[in-house]
T-cell receptor, first 113, second 113 residues
Framework: AQSVSQHNHHVILSEAASLELGCNYS??????LFWYVQYPGQHLQLLLK??????LVKGIKGFEAEFIKSKFSFNLRKPSVQWSDTAEYFC???????????FGTGTRLTIIP | SAVISQKPSRDICQRGTSLTIQCQVD?????MFWYRQQPGQSLTLIAT?????????ESGFVIDKFPISRPNLTFSTLTVSNMSPEDSSIYLC??????????FGPGTRLLVL
């Protein structure tokens, strides 16, 4: 079965620190990859997505992610976090020809002012 | 992108009753999805709702418990039947509005007493 792993369950950082959240998926062929964010009390929003092409994708609010096919990874990065980045972050994958999304367990990010 | 609304936003229900959740999309979409997100956990897909055909349920979810309707390309309902406290959760609707990218509604918070 398809699966997505997010190894960091809770990350605590100070403002201006750099961020990297890990995401690995199980092998299953051609994939589309997504990062979603859920701010406190708000609904899931799309941060960024990768379908093909340049493996380094840029999303909203200064986030980026790099697809490394050989490692089945799609890690999320931000060079300098802000207090407003406090949220739950979910990595998700669907496989070519299958519209269903498989989500990781999520990473709770807490930014300390 | 797509704007998705859900009704009700929250409800408190008695054991043994049923609740129908409505999901409305601001554009026509082929596929709609229903997820459950239990407190502090990730999203679990309940079923995929296609217009004009029966919903496709994931392992562990059955039509008798979670009947779904999809009468047109912008609307779907999920009913949680014969509820028990274990059904307390957030129920999320999503739709593929743009090239295999899912957009999510705000969710319905359900508490079963």
């Amino acid at each position: 079965a398809q699966s997505v792993s997010q190894h960091n369950h809770h990350v605590i950082l100070s403002e201006a620190a750099s961020l990297e959240l890990g995401c690995n998926y199980s092998y299953g062929g051609t994939v589309n990859l997504f990062w979603y964010v859920q701010y406190p009390g708000q609904h899931l929003q799309l941060l960024l997505k990768y379908f093909s092409g340049d493996p380094l994708v840029k999303g909203i609010k200064g986030f980026e992610a790099e697809f490394i096919k050989s490692k089945f990874s799609f890690n999320l990065r931000k060079p300098s976090v802000q207090w407003s980045d406090t949220a739950e972050y979910f990595c998700a994958v669907n496989y070519f020809g299958n519209e269903k999304l498989t989500f990781g367990t999520g990473t709770r990010l807490t930014i300390i002012p | 992108s797509a704007v998705i609304s859900q009704k009700p936003s929250r409800d408190i229900c008695q054991r043994g009753t049923s609740l129908t959740i409505q999901c409305q999309v601001d554009s026509q979409v082929t596929m709609m999805f229903w997820y459950r997100q239990q407190p502090g956990q990730s999203l679990t897909l309940i079923a995929t709702a296609n217009q004009g055909s029966e919903a496709t349920y994931e392992s562990g979810f059955v039509i008798d418990k979670f009947p779904i309707s999809r009468p047109n390309l912008t609307f779907s309902t999920l009913t949680v039947s014969n509820m028990s406290p274990e059904d307390s959760s957030i129920y999320l609707c999503s739709a593929n509005a743009l090239r295999e990218t899912q957009y999510f509604g705000p969710g319905t918070r359900l508490l079963v007493l």
